[in-house]
């Protein structure tokens, strides 16, 4: 019952600007954690960025800190990435996942949801 559909993707020059959303549906996501991940092409599934859905507390990979931003509408139901100042090396699947209780912010096994990908591919 639980559902997670991403979309935002697409196709932007370095340097652009992305948001992806992710709808949540299927019970209320009140002190969940969610979390953004990318597989990007050839490799692992990576940690990108999470908040806590009722406090808002953000985490983020090294790799994405000043340039992506992670948010949510409580009122929606949905989260966002705000991909700003894109890099090529920023190409990948991009996930959303939910987690009803947090292990470890940037592992994926934490997360027990997941939504199919949406494709972000930054040309140079």
């Known amino acids: 019952q639980v559902q997670l559909v991403e979309s935002g993707g697409g196709l932007v020059q370095a340097g652009g600007s992305l948001r992806l959303s992710c709808a949540a549906s299927g019970r209320t996501f009140s002190g969940y954690v969610m979390g953004w991940f990318r597989r990007p092409p050839g490799k692992e599934r990576e940690f990108v960025a999470a908040i806590s859905w009722s406090v808002g507390n953000t985490y983020y990979a090294d790799s994405v800190k000043g340039r992506f931003t992670i948010s949510r509408d409580n009122a929606k139901n949905t989260v966002y990435l705000q991909m700003n100042s894109l890099k090529p090396e920023d190409t990948a699947v991009y996930y959303c996942?939910?987690?009803?209780?947090?292990?470890?912010?940037?592992?994926?096994?934490?997360?027990?949801?997941w939504g199919q990908g949406t494709q972000v591919t930054v040309s140079s």
């Open positions: 996942a939910a987690a009803p209780y947090i292990s470890s912010w940037s592992r994926d096994y934490a997360y027990d949801y």
